[in-house]
């Protein structure tokens, strides 16, 4: 994610302009966005790629027509610029399409990560403790800081394949931790000499791959995604190990208020009168559900707003070498829309509507200045962050609304 401040810039500049970034164009294909399902994978694990296209382009190929390269090694400089190395063709399990929503095409690949991909990583030095923030590298005891890079990576694997098995069974057994301590001399000494620093540990060996799509030959398209062992020990109780999922739409809507020209809104802090104008979510909708009327009146201001379930927890770096608590992760937007190309046929791009997509949940919509611009179709995307986290999965959703000014 680009920092806020550039990104801020770039979209405030966006409304001056005739087409800008959120502004999906009818006559071309546009990836709205990758979907992993689940957020983050273990070594070993099938991971899905939930590929989301917008514009009339997208009806025009197969699937297969997708190319992926993969990279299992991928650096971070200082300043978070990362580098892939050793690009080569994703071994694609399994693809086909699935239905998303009536102006978004859904393709899903399914791939596996390697179960070597954490043992032969580069981004993890030989002297893996120079991960570890200088404050913080005297939490670090000395039976595990003289582990060398590859015996501390061996155990973390050993520990993640039983720890689903004892996942499982403490799951349906609470009480049977008891006998798990006296059965198995590992999950005894897992509890007893390696749970405390187990969060650290995951952190300091969680790698980012990065996958490359090439559509058609014409776009070219980079993600990043992260592979830990978390998900193997979240069953455990009392592990402190947290996994991310990706984020909820609850609803989308437009607040009508009865003020003019404001450039921000906010209904807890805003004392103005306004109309909250629902959308409904087109996922898995008939085509045959009306749209929503949105009434247009020069003396009210309108605005797009979203609304997200409840966001994950994670800790940071610091907070998992010092036995801190858990951070709220921060959660991020970003609006997309598209006309009807029947309707703008004509029209100045700068009478189109337009949104100043700023990152939040509630951002200014400049409805259409040209009466014949009427349907509109909006994707609300929503990605979460946590800062002070080592190479934390990022997860992400996006949702289709359709709605018609009157």
Same mark, same amino acid.
């Given at each position: 994610?680009?920092?806020?401040?550039?990104?801020?810039?770039?979209?405030?500049?966006?409304?001056?302009?005739?087409?800008?970034?959120?502004?999906?164009?009818?006559?071309?294909?546009?990836?709205?966005?990758?979907?992993?399902?689940?957020?983050?994978?273990?070594?070993?694990?099938?991971?899905?790629?939930?590929?989301?296209?917008?514009?009339?382009?997208?009806?025009?190929?197969?699937?297969?027509?997708?190319?992926?390269?993969?990279?299992?090694?991928?650096?971070?400089?200082?300043?978070?610029?990362?580098?892939?190395?050793?690009?080569?063709?994703?071994?694609?399990?399994?693809?086909?399409?699935?239905?998303?929503?009536?102006?978004?095409?859904?393709?899903?690949?399914?791939?596996?990560?390697?179960?070597?991909?954490?043992?032969?990583? %580069?981004?993890?030095?030989? =002297?893996?403790? #120079?991960?570890?923030?200088?404050?913080?590298?005297? @939490?670090?005891?000395? /039976?595990? *800081?003289?582990?060398?890079?590859?015996?501390?990576?061996?155990?973390?694997?050993?520990?993640?394949?039983?720890?689903?098995?004892?996942?499982?069974?403490?799951?349906?057994?609470?009480?049977?931790?008891?006998?798990?301590?006296?059965?198995?001399?590992?999950?005894?000494?897992?509890?007893?000499?390696?749970?405390?620093?187990?969060?650290?540990?995951?952190?300091?060996?969680?790698?980012?791959?990065?996958?490359?799509?090439?559509?058609?030959?014409?776009?070219?398209?980079?993600?990043?995604?992260?592979?830990?062992?978390?998900?193997?020990?979240?069953?455990?109780?009392?592990?402190?190990?947290? %996994?991310?999922?990706?984020? =909820?739409?609850? #609803?989308?809507?437009?607040?009508?208020?009865?003020? @003019?020209?404001?450039? /921000?809104? *906010?209904?807890?802090?805003?004392?103005?009168?306004?109309?909250?104008?629902?959308?409904?979510?087109?996922?898995?909708?008939?085509?045959?559900?009306?749209?929503?009327?949105?009434?247009?009146?020069?003396?009210?201001?309108?605005?797009?707003?979203?609304?997200?379930?409840?966001?994950?927890?994670?800790?940071?770096?610091?907070?998992?070498?010092?036995?801190?608590?858990?951070?709220?992760?921060?959660?991020?937007?970003?609006?997309?829309?598209?006309?009807?190309?029947?309707?703008?046929?004509?029209?100045s791009p700068y009478d189109y509507m337009n949104i100043s997509s700023m990152g939040n949940f509630i951002d200014k919509l400049y409805p259409p200045a040209d009466e014949k611009v009427k349907t509109f179709t909006l994707w609300l995307e929503v990605s979460d962050s946590l800062c002070n986290e080592i190479n934390r999965p990022q997860g992400s959703i996006v949702e289709e609304v359709q709605g018609r000014f009157e």
């Amino acid at each position: 994610m680009a920092p806020c401040s550039a990104g801020i810039f770039f979209l405030a500049c966006g409304s001056l302009f005739p087409t800008n970034y959120e502004r999906v164009d009818a006559e071309r294909v546009r990836v709205l966005d990758y979907l992993y399902e689940p957020t983050e994978a273990a070594p070993g694990e099938i991971v899905n790629v939930y590929t989301l296209l917008a514009g009339a382009g997208a009806a025009l190929f197969h699937p297969a027509e997708i190319n992926w390269s993969v990279s299992y090694n991928v650096l971070s400089n200082s300043n978070g610029v990362d580098t892939a190395l050793e690009i080569k063709p994703l071994a694609i399990q399994s693809y086909s399409e699935k239905y998303f929503s009536e102006n978004t095409r859904c393709f899903v690949y399914a791939f596996k990560i390697p179960d070597s991909a954490v043992f032969n990583s %580069v981004a993890i030095p030989e =002297v893996w403790t #120079s991960l570890v923030p200088k404050e913080c590298q005297s @939490e670090i005891p000395e /039976f595990i *800081d003289s582990l060398s890079k590859t015996d501390l990576i061996n155990l973390i694997h050993t520990l993640a394949t039983k720890a689903k098995i004892w996942g499982k069974i403490l799951a349906a057994s609470p009480a049977s931790e008891d006998s798990l301590l006296q059965a198995d001399t590992l999950y005894s000494l897992y509890k007893s000499k390696y749970s405390r620093y187990i969060p650290a540990l995951l952190q300091l060996l969680t790698i980012k791959i990065q996958l490359f799509s090439n559509i058609l030959g014409a776009q070219k398209v980079r993600s990043t995604y992260s592979v830990r062992y978390n998900n193997c020990f979240k069953d455990i109780p009392g592990s402190r190990v947290y %996994v991310n999922k990706n984020p =909820v739409i609850d #609803s989308i809507g437009i607040y009508k208020v009865k003020k @003019e020209n404001l450039l /921000f809104f *906010d209904p807890q802090e805003n004392n103005y009168a306004f109309e909250f104008i629902r959308l409904s979510v087109r996922r898995n909708l008939p085509d045959t559900i009306p749209l929503t009327v949105v009434e247009i009146d020069t003396k009210c201001s309108y605005f797009v707003a979203g609304f997200a379930g409840k966001a994950d927890s994670s800790m940071t770096i610091h907070a998992a070498l010092q036995n801190g608590p858990a951070t709220t992760e921060g959660l991020r937007t970003q609006w997309y829309f598209q006309l009807d190309p029947k309707e703008i046929a004509g029209v100045s791009p700068y009478d189109y509507m337009n949104i100043s997509s700023m990152g939040n949940f509630i951002d200014k919509l400049y409805p259409p200045a040209d009466e014949k611009v009427k349907t509109f179709t909006l994707w609300l995307e929503v990605s979460d962050s946590l800062c002070n986290e080592i190479n934390r999965p990022q997860g992400s959703i996006v949702e289709e609304v359709q709605g018609r000014f009157e």
